[in-house]
């Protein structure tokens, strides 16, 4: 886009920027991108934390002390507001601003009321003879007249004869280009910049001695008056006494061009320095004596190309004139108000949260379920007849099913939220998966077994006799009451004594006594015989100390037990026959 004079318009962000407010948002969002969406370790999102916090308080603390150092450079600028209030508001709108810095600064400001500002009817001139405090002064001058920002401009001034080697004027070159570089970055665009040499050129100047000036579009060195004329024809158009002094400061004028080619516009516009190119727009020349070195880089330079010096010569304490024409065509870039600037910053920042944070919760999602299909699939895997494992897998599909049916019920976390949230289809298969289990079978029931059963012999048999007494009939019922005899259980019947007498004779008075026992319940139920067997262990199995009396009495004894046999207690074929008739 171009204006009324045809010179290009660029939009950029320019204004008072509200850095705290989108400082506060920014780490708001960072803050919460940590603790809700990335998915991170606790003791990393703490680090996170952290380190966001501190952050912020560092570039709080660096935007608070650059604002007082904005305020410190605004009294600076008060001499304006007069001079602009004199101005008509349509003119103040419309003149470029430009700022003259470098080492002949006090020179062009001589003549000004206040040394440090110039209006004239096409430009505003500032003084910065401090180069550092460039960018300063152009945030506090877009902060204080926002209608200036975007007409900014740098005036670059350079005496070469102050400077005795090449390393001194490189150091000073770039630190004009960092303090253009921050300039430029605080204003938001690239500030056009222009070159102002002065430097003696062998005649002795005169008060009205033109500017000279070039740049990369035109064909040569011009007069900077209102014609542009050509060089060469202003030497022709001198009269002839001062014709031959004209050629001379041509040739020397294009001695200068080439020594600021190759060590001034050379450093300015160095690609391997990280800091930006600084290309001139143009290129203006003023013969004239300023205070400088005897020995100095234009000498030497002068000297090596031509074998020719410059005569001494007094020092001149003539201000030096604004060169106004060399800025008329200065790019003029249309600002963006701050709300504005900020609202697109802010908008920036929601964007990369929303993507961020889109990522995080479609990688939350993923892994949610991957991790519950994970285990549907494993608990498919599992045969139904491994009880224990399938039992196991059984349990995790629990656990997911009311970690899906919580976030049914109270809402997904943060994290898997922003419309990505998949994992509800899963509950279905999962309540399949869990109605289908099959438990294992019961076990099969265990059947009743009698316990023990222990008669004593004296109260069965007399002593050393294997007969049952009369009164025993009571004690062998009771006994065949808790007996029952069924398929696959054998009934052994025992009978045991103490140490007293021969042991071969208590042993075979225990299986007596045994046998007793057996016939008795034989006669007395329909008991088969195959269902019993007997056993006379003598006192080789005593239940208690066969030293005392009461030991013995307990020695002596019968008891009847079951004891699985599959072949035992068979009915027999002929006895089954009888039953039936």
Request: charged letters at 20%.
């Amino acid at each position: 886009m171009q204006n009324r004079r045809g010179i290009e318009i660029k939009d950029v962000n320019v204004g008072d920027y509200p850095w705290r407010v989108q400082l506060l948002y920014a780490t708001c969002l960072c803050l919460a991108l940590l603790l809700f969406f990335l998915p991170l370790p606790t003791g990393w999102v703490v680090i996170g934390c952290v380190l966001t916090l501190l952050v912020s308080g560092y570039k709080g603390w660096r935007t608070l002390r650059y604002t007082k150092q904005v305020k410190q450079v605004s009294p600076y600028l008060d001499a304006l507001d007069g001079q602009l209030e004199a101005l008509p508001a349509r003119l103040r709108r419309r003149l470029p601003v430009i700022f003259v810095t470098g080492d002949a600064t006090p020179r062009y400001f001589a003549e000004q009321d206040n040394q440090q500002v110039a209006i004239s009817g096409k430009c505003i001139w500032i003084a910065v003879p401090d180069m550092s405090t460039l960018s300063l002064t152009a945030d506090a001058l877009s902060g204080r007249w926002p209608e200036m920002a975007g007409r900014i401009g740098v005036l670059f001034t350079l005496t070469p004869e102050r400077y005795i080697n090449g390393p001194s004027l490189a150091g000073y070159l770039q630190t004009f280009r960092q303090s253009w570089a921050d300039a430029s970055k605080t204003s938001g665009y690239k500030l056009p910049g222009y070159l102002a040499v002065n430097a003696r050129l062998g005649e002795e100047p005169s008060e009205s001695a033109p500017w000279f000036w070039w740049n990369q579009q035109s064909s040569g060195i011009r007069i900077l008056d209102d014609c542009h004329t050509p060089l060469n024809l202003w030497c022709q158009q001198a009269e002839q006494p001062h014709q031959h002094r004209r050629q001379h400061l041509a040739v020397m004028l294009k001695i200068l061009q080439q020594w600021l080619d190759e060590q001034v516009i050379s450093v300015l516009n160095d690609t391997q320095q990280p800091v930006p190119q600084w290309i001139p727009g143009a290129v203006a020349c003023l013969n004239i004596r300023l205070a400088g070195e005897s020995e100095n880089v234009w000498q030497r330079y002068l000297h090596d190309a031509t074998t020719l010096s410059l005569p001494a010569a007094a020092e001149t304490n003539q201000s030096i004139a604004l060169p106004e024409r060399l800025v008329e065509d200065m790019p003029v870039y249309c600002p963006l108000p701050a709300k504005k600037r900020a609202l697109c910053h802010a908008v920036i920042l929601t964007a990369i949260f929303a993507a961020m944070a889109l990522c995080s919760s479609a990688y939350h999602n993923r892994q949610l379920l991957q991790h519950v299909a994970g285990d549907l699939n494993a608990y498919r895997q599992v045969a139904m007849d491994s009880y224990d494992e399938k039992l196991t897998r059984l349990n995790v599909l629990k656990t997911d099913r009311q970690l899906l049916d919580k976030y049914y019920r109270e809402g997904e976390p943060e994290r898997l939220g922003v419309g990505l949230y998949t994992a509800g289809r899963l509950i279905l298969p999962l309540d399949v998966a869990i109605k289908n289990y099959q438990p294992p079978p019961p076990p099969p029931p265990v059947e009743d077994v009698p316990k023990l059963v222990r008669l004593d012999s004296m109260s069965l048999f007399d002593a050393g006799k294997a007969q049952l007494k009369s009164g025993s009939t009571k004690i062998l019922v009771d006994a065949l009451i808790n007996i029952k005899a069924k398929p696959g259980w054998l009934i052994l019947i025992a009978g045991h004594t103490d140490v007293t007498g021969n042991p071969e004779s208590n042993q075979t008075l225990s299986l007596a006594r045994a046998e007793s026992v057996r016939d008795w319940m034989i006669h007395t139920s329909d008991i088969e015989k195959t269902c019993f067997a007997i056993q006379g262990y003598g006192a080789t199995q005593p239940i208690a100390d066969n030293e005392t009396a009461e030991g013995r009495a307990a020695n002596r004894r019968v008891e009847i037990s079951l004891v699985p046999d599959a072949s035992a207690c068979q009915p027999q074929a002929g006895h089954q026959i009888s039953q039936q008739n």
